[in-house]
């Protein structure tokens, strides 16, 4: 599920950050945005790369990820709300960048919910297991702490 959900999400922003690229090439200040998309692009690639590989990411790894991808969304957001005008940005290019900004922060919030449950459930295992779990096999024989020392063979004919 996870590496799905990160491919549909790649292939979108993938979109946004092309057209960035050739839409706001105009003034000096209007350049500031590359930075962001490039970061972008590298996050998304990334991504990419994470759900194609046979080493799949952790919950808490792809968490940290769409986070930054998110806070990423967020500079955008706020320097093309500021220069939109100044810097002729269309229209479409905001929305696409909003929209994917968007997708990205439900995206953040599911698996981070999944994350998030992952260790809880990890830290309950370990917790019962430290503490004996009370099922039999967790300690010795019957769930108990189990033999210690040493047993020694008799000696002699048997």
Known sequence: MLTKTIATLTGAITGVV??????????????????TLKTR????????????????????EACALFGKLQSNGADGLKWIAANKEWCSIPDSFAEGFKADHVK????RTKICSVAAQAAKMEAQAKAQAAAGGGMPGAGGLLGGPGLTGSFKMPQGAL
Not at 26 to 32: D, S
Not at 104 to 107: N, T
């Open 104 to 107: 990205v922060s439900g995206i």
């Open 18 to 35: 092309v057209l960035g690229g050739a839409a706001l090439a105009q003034a000096p200040e209007c350049g500031a945005i590359q930075q």
């Open 41 to 60: 692009q590298e996050l998304v690639a990334k991504a990419n790369a994470a759900s194609q590989s046979k080493k799949k990411m952790t919950p808490q």
